[in-house]
């Protein structure tokens, strides 16, 4: 039996591929053209949330994509004004009402309704019982937006083309037709076959790349899409290494040529855009750059990012922002384009060894030497919550190396502190589960990270030992000695059982089970 692709479903897949590599103009064009809608939200959870909780300037981002009913779109916009007027953003309620199509249409479709607003506008209070009719008020009107607007919508898991390019690929490979081996790259489809690996904890050595002792990593990442590994070392260069081989990706032009990535200074931090086509690098005297990885160009300075080294970076999900944190105790938000610093928190009184955004795209969770986490407001800037995780009373600070947002349950974090023990909290400051390396002496975890689903919890200790801790048993399943010195960091591929660990012996060591 053959099996019909409707022509409609490619046009999705392409434009699915468009918006997630942020594309609008021809994304909006291949919709207009053809009258397809994608229609598709990362998560309708979120997506209502947003709605029920009144987070309107993110559900007007979110909709500008999508193709919904005019009256639903009524709806909306009509309960956004009234929101705005009873928060007396009286302006921000007149562009609305007047400036935006659908609040236009209400006007020539429902003058009465229109009116009522522009009524509600003009007066000097607000009265809910004029705003919302009878047995309704703004919660009840808000829940029933989110429920006629998630019917619009569905989810679809991220990079279909992709994926089905590489089960494709896998198929082949199961038919004989690809030898073991071949080197294929069709749009990435490799890294989308690697996708369903079981994880399992590391067994053995891979590969071993080495530096000059007074060149060691100081930091080290792969990219979500897997295809590059990249380390930053002490003396300022920006590497990218072929995993495989453990050599250096002469595939790049500006490698083969010798002309490398580079900073003034150490490269204390670096992270990844969503899609892996840009890397954002802070360095040891407080700067930071972005580069276009495929080119090894510079994008973008920021000169005086930090006034003392920059110790995390990561980008907002739409790569328009940059969030840093650094040994000047502050935590930052840069933004791309106008290449200024746009926000600053402060609250922490020793260094902010990490930031992070959460997953809602709301809040800022950091981590600190001063023993605590916090959350912040990302609107606001302001601290809503501090937690101190370490177990037991001491009398000094103890340090937290790093946080890491659960992938499968956003709700809750991983604490790595200088202790033999890490922990699993969540967002009320709860320990639900601890893991120790059951050592008194010299175990102390000095780095962390997760497996890509969070089933393992993987940390190092000053002992120079890498402890695998499994979630679900909640049992430590495995140790290995690492290395020989101090080790700095450690880093897991997004979709294969491959772990880096560097290390102050001028190493950076791969491996696998």
């Not at 490799?190 to 050595?205: F, I, N, R």
């Not at 809040?363 to 995780?389: C, M, Q, R, Y």
């Amino acid at each position: 039996m053959a099996l019909e692709i409707e022509s409609a479903d490619v046009i999705r897949l392409v434009l699915q591929y468009f918006k997630e590599n942020n594309l609008p103009r021809t994304f909006s064009t291949l919709q207009e053209e053809t009258g397809i809608t994608l229609n598709t939200v990362d998560s309708i959870e979120s997506f209502t949330s947003d709605i029920n909780n009144g987070h309107w300037d993110t559900v007007l981002i979110a909709i500008q994509s999508l193709k919904l009913p005019d009256n639903k779109l009524i709806d909306l916009y009509e309960h956004i004004v009234l929101e705005l007027i009873e928060l007396r953003e009286l302006s921000a309620a007149r562009s609305l009402l007047r400036q935006t199509d659908p609040m236009i249409m209400l006007k020539q479709l429902q003058p009465d309704r229109y009116i009522h607003l522009e009524t509600l506008l003009a007066r000097s209070y607000f009265d809910p019982r004029e705003a919302y009719p009878e047995g309704s008020s703004k919660e009840r009107r808000r829940a029933a937006i989110a429920q006629a607007l998630a019917g619009e919508v569905s989810v679809v898991p991220p990079a279909r083309m992709l994926a089905l390019l590489g089960q494709a690929l896998k198929w082949q490979q199961h038919q004989g037709q690809l030898p073991p081996g071949t080197s294929i790259d069709v749009f990435r489809g490799k890294a989308a076959v690697k996708d369903e690996e079981e994880e399992k904890y590391p067994t053995q050595l891979s590969r071993t790349i080495k530096f000059g002792g007074k060149s060691h990593p100081e930091c080290c990442k792969y990219s979500p899409d897997g295809q590059y590994l990249v380390t930053g070392t002490l003396d300022g260069f920006i590497e990218v290494w072929n995993f495989t081989t453990g050599k250096i990706r002469k595939d790049l032009r500006y490698q083969a040529q010798e002309q490398f990535m580079l900073m003034d200074d150490a490269v204390s931090c670096m992270n990844f855009s969503r899609d892996s086509e840009m890397l954002a690098t802070g360095s040891q005297d407080g700067k930071i750059k972005v580069w276009k990885i495929q080119a090894g160009q510079c994008l973008r300075r920021f000169e005086k990012a930090h006034s003392a080294g920059v110790t995390c970076i990561t980008f907002s999900r739409d790569g328009s922002q940059l969030l840093s944190a650094s040994f000047d105790q502050t935590i930052r938000i840069h933004g791309l384009k106008s290449g200024k610093t746009l926000k600053e928190f402060r609250g922490h009184t020793s260094f902010v060894n990490e930031a992070q955004f959460t997953a809602d795209g709301h809040t800022i969770i950091s981590a600190s030497s001063d023993g605590t986490v916090k959350v912040w407001s990302l609107k606001s800037t302001e601290n809503l919550n501090t937690f101190k995780p370490a177990l037991g009373s001491s009398a000094s600070e103890i340090t937290v190396n790093s946080i890491h947002l659960l992938p499968r349950n956003t709700e809750q974090f991983v604490v790595c502190n200088r202790t033999n023990t890490v922990s699993i909290m969540n967002m009320q400051g709860q320990i639900v589960k601890s893991f120790s390396s059951g050592k008194r002496q010299g175990g102390d975890f000095v780095c962390c990270t997760l497996s890509p689903r969070g089933e393992w919890i993987y940390c190092v200790g000053e002992d120079h030992v890498l402890y695998c801790f499994s979630v679900s048993t909640g049992k430590l399943e495995r140790t290995l000695t690492v290395h020989e010195k101090e080790v700095i960091g450690i880093s897991h591929h997004p979709h294969q059982n491959l772990i880096a660990t560097f290390s102050e012996d001028g190493s950076l060591k791969l491996w696998k089970p």
